[in-house]
């Protein structure tokens, strides 16, 4: 019983499906005509006023306007930085509620971690990016790649991952004053290490 009443639920359902394929729906109610231009047409037009090789160029060579240059480093140092952080004022959600009380104390490290570590270089000086590209950071894509000054675009596709820039904030936050510098994870905190390229004879 049970298998046919699932045998004429299915031809049921597949006559459905066919008699709909087959109905042509014809409109319903006044309509009217289409007076806007059609987007497709719109695109084509304006498309025609772009200058790709102009386009092109400005995306080469961006930069953002807080971009933070870092002279060379002048010598191999090692240093640590703690992101513990008190807040100076309340935090509270869209109602109204308390979250976060001033005084509060946190450490960001604890929620999220910097597993892969950040590499700082000017991306305008070919020894660092040699440098780089012989770094274990080279290879292990987790790592951040931060830019004090160059284009990212020309960089990126030279290496053939992902680039970004530095900028003042996080120059401010990490402590940095020379490039290249490598920021890593240990114990809750940032250890820093400026990095010595001694100049090419």
Request: charged share 20%; aromatic share 10%.
């Amino acid at each position: 019983m049970e298998s046919k009443l699932l045998s004429a639920l299915w031809i049921i359902t597949c006559a459905t499906q066919v008699w709909a394929a087959h109905t042509r729906l014809e409109p319903v109610g006044r309509t009217y005509p289409i007076v806007e231009q059609d987007i497709r047409e719109e695109f084509k037009q304006k498309a025609t006023g772009i200058d790709i090789d102009a386009l092109f160029n400005t995306h080469n060579r961006y930069q953002p306007a807080n971009l933070h240059p870092l002279p060379r480093t002048a010598s191999d140092r090692v240093f640590t930085v703690d992101l513990t952080h008190t807040l100076d004022h309340d935090i509270k959600d869209s109602q109204g509620n308390l979250l976060y009380p001033q005084g509060f104390t946190f450490n960001p490290l604890q929620y999220a971690g910097l597993r892969g570590g950040m590499v700082v270089i000017d991306g305008s000086d070919p020894q660092q990016v040699e440098w780089f590209k012989g770094s274990p950071y080279f290879q292990n894509h987790r790592a951040i790649l931060l830019l004090s000054g160059g284009y990212a675009a020309e960089v990126k596709q030279e290496l053939k991952r992902p680039v970004y820039y530095l900028t003042h904030d996080i120059a401010a936050r990490l402590q940095l004053k020379a490039a290249p510098s490598v920021v890593v994870e240990q114990d809750n905190k940032l250890t820093v290490r400026e990095v010595y390229l001694a100049a090419k004879p």
